[in-house]
């Protein structure tokens, strides 16, 4: 486990692209690179079956937007992010107070998503959408 003053994580609950063409982002990972999805609506493409990562996803553009800002279009006065990448952490509150305290503008803050997910996000110096979570599902032993 890495510790960085009070944010505990404790694994990578998921990652993978933001896209911007559900099409194109379906074929080239689940047809050239053979990675089967499970769709959900809005065609949100997820696996749970690739190791080394709890929930590889695909996120289109507009959901990420709507999980930020509660919008369907990314904001023009932020950069869009290229891909999303999200830690289970020990505790979302502490972990949100301590990247605020370091000056990283938070686009989320400890909200409970409609899954059952609670999240902070922001946007890393790379361009990632990066997400401190609670992930229920994932702790079960």
Partial sequence: MQEF???????????????????MGRNL???????????????????EALKGVGSF?????D????????????????????????FDVEN????????????YRMLVKNKKEPWGQTVSRFLSPEGLLVGLTITPWMRRS
């Avoid at 003053?5 to 099409?23: C, H, M, N, Q, T």
């Avoid at 990972?29 to 089967?36: D, V």
């Avoid at 279009?73 to 869009?80: K, L, R, V």
């Avoid at 979302?92 to 000056?103: C, D, M, Q, Y």
């Fill in 63 to 86: 959901q990420a937007a709507q999980s930020c800002f509660g919008k369907d279009s990314w904001p023009d006065n932020t950069p869009a992010p290229q891909a999303w990448l999200e």
């Fill in 5 to 23: 003053e009070r944010i505990k994580i404790l694994f990578v609950a998921g990652f993978g692209p933001i896209v911007r063409d559900r099409s």
């Fill in 29 to 47: 990972y689940g047809e050239t690179l053979n990675i089967s999805f499970t769709e959900e609506q809005g065609g949100y493409l997820h696996t």
């Fill in 92 to 103: 979302v509150e502490e972990a949100t107070a301590e990247l605020e305290s370091r000056g």
């Fill in 57 to 61: 996803a695909l996120w289109p553009l």
